[in-house]
């Protein structure tokens, strides 16, 4: 794309880079414990009602306290939101990306200061933290251009006597629902592809990280985004989100989760409530089960360290996560041997303090997780880690089991969490087989040199986004567009050439001449 590039990652081993995130940890730990209010239209509004975000690496320190907003409070978003949508929709396309520039460009300027807050708030390390503020830069610039090149669609074939021309029209008003796991990035993407397309949103956050969203709100209020465009509303699912997507005036809802939320809200969006006038838009993105094959003639020191990146960086709280590894018997001790070497050493303490792995997001993921290894240890070996890290914050050691069925739980559930399966298979075409009897298709990989192999695993690896010689996680924006196949979601494709079309609709006019 013209005039957009990837906003480059910080390199921490220059002492001045880890002294600057060292500074902006210390700037937002004098910011924590404040109170922040929902947003509706030019409101600011404080509940008794709270949402206490905490950090996961110490449950006692408190990030922030976010106003709850009840039923009335999402009633009166989602009618500011309709009411902005009047003026909001006939700005020019170029005036709506400017905001997202700038947006952008402030982002950038205090790209430490986000990281921090999500080092404190999600638990992610430096790097971590770092590439997902990159990765909301680049939405914000990617989505700018791309509203800017929709603005200008191609012509139509020609006809005598008539003047035909198609626009790009939005929709009205969406309700976003973005994830914890990259609760900068993902939202801001979300939440701006929403805007720039002329579009009002309700936001709501996820409960696990309220806090980084309210810092995103500041920054759309500093660059001037009209009041009533955003709508900031956090609070639970149960009490407002069933609501905002069944409300007849909610015209799309791009959603970010878990496959059981994703498939109520389409559930719910199906239905017509008294008054609505259109069949409502779902974007959803649902999670994954995803699987690298390593065959006979992959490079196995490469293939292993591509599985130990893939499985536990953020902890393995990513959709895109490698949770299988399928490997070929010919060569499967040997990269045993090699990933447990690897994930050994992966050292385990405070986001703060940059270690390789931290905690989960909260007490009841790690529940979750640790009920999964008690299963995974009747389902196969364990070999490494599978038990709690310290009484304080919610750390779960780096888990491998190997010898696990294709059909065993661990196998085909996903546990969004630092445990790993490694199958045996007896050749590569039981591995393709394996690698597709789960009901997800999100991301996966292919370690392998033979040319005949990875022309078969193009056509028949079923999944959204499919990599070779290298880790199944690190999509960048406009270079890989996200989205997944089968119970992954709607294969939106998050940061590619379609997705802003998902959030309009196009208008054709028709002059007759003469």
């Not at 050493?345 to 405070?350: D, I, P, S, T, V």
């Not at 995974?376 to 304080?392: A, I, P, W, Y």
């Amino acid at each position: 794309m013209k005039n957009f590039a990837n906003e480059p990652f910080t390199n921490f081993a220059l002492s001045e880079n880890a002294e600057a995130i060292k500074s902006a940890i210390a700037q937002v730990r004098q910011e924590l414990g404040k109170t922040y209010p929902l947003y509706i239209g030019e409101e600011t509004i404080y509940n008794d009602d709270l949402i206490i975000s905490t950090n996961p690496a110490n449950e006692n320190e408190i990030i922030g306290k976010v106003a709850k907003a009840n039923l009335a409070q999402a009633e009166q978003a989602i009618e500011t939101a309709y009411a902005t949508f009047k003026s909001w929709s006939k700005v020019e396309a170029e005036e709506r990306a400017i905001y997202l520039f700038k947006a952008a460009e402030r982002m950038r300027q205090r790209k430490h200061y986000f990281s921090a807050w999500l080092i404190l708030e999600s638990g992610k390390n430096w790097a971590e933290a770092d590439a997902d503020t990159a990765e909301a830069i680049d939405f914000m610039n990617f989505y700018a251009h791309e509203m800017l090149r929709y603005a200008n669609p191609p012509e139509l074939i020609p006809v005598n006597g008539e003047y035909n021309k198609m626009k790009y029209v939005p929709l009205g008003v969406g309700v976003v629902i973005p994830p914890w796991n990259f609760p900068l990035a993902i939202m801001a993407g979300m939440t701006v592809a929403s805007v720039v397309t002329g579009n009002t949103v309700v936001l709501k956050p996820a409960s696990a990280t309220p806090v980084i969203a309210a810092k995103f709100m500041e920054l759309l209020q500093e660059v001037g985004l009209p009041s009533g465009v955003v709508n900031y509303l956090p609070g639970s699912g149960g009490a407002i989100g069933d609501y905002l997507v069944s409300h007849k005036l909610t015209r799309f809802i791009n959603f970010t989760g878990s496959k059981e939320v994703g498939l109520r809200i389409s559930e719910l969006a199906a239905k017509v409530a008294p008054g609505q006038k259109w069949i409502k838009r779902v974007a959803a993105e649902m999670g994954g089960k995803d699987s690298i094959i390593v065959d006979e003639t992959a490079d196995l020191d490469k293939a292993a360290q591509g599985i130990v990146a893939s499985a536990f960086g953020f902890q393995g709280q990513k959709c895109s996560a490698c949770s299988r590894a399928i490997v070929v018997e010919s060569v499967y001790e040997e990269v045993i041997e090699k990933v447990l070497a690897l994930a050994s050493k992966l050292a385990m303490g405070l986001p703060e303090e940059n270690f390789s792995t931290g905690p989960v997001i909260e007490k009841r993921a790690m529940e979750k997780i640790l009920e999964y290894i008690e299963i995974g240890k009747t389902e196969g070996t364990l070999v490494l880690g599978g038990e709690r890290f310290g009484n304080q914050g919610w750390f779960v050691r780096p888990t491998i089991f190997k010898d696990i069925a294709p059909t065993a739980r661990i196998s085909l559930e996903e546990i969004f969490g630092p445990v790993l399966a490694l199958i045996k298979v007896k050749d590569f075409a039981e591995a393709l087989a394996v690698v597709n009897n789960t009901e997800y298709g999100l991301t996966g990989s292919l370690y392998s040199r033979n040319r005949e192999n990875i022309a078969q695993a193009k056509e028949e690896f079923n999944v959204g986004n499919l990599y070779f010689n290298r880790k199944c996680t690190g999509a960048l924006v406009g270079v890989h567009p996200f989205g997944g196949f089968n119970m992954s979601g709607t294969c939106s494709k998050a940061g590619g050439y379609d997705y802003l079309g998902l959030l309009m609709q196009m208008k054709i006019t028709s002059e007759t001449l003469g």
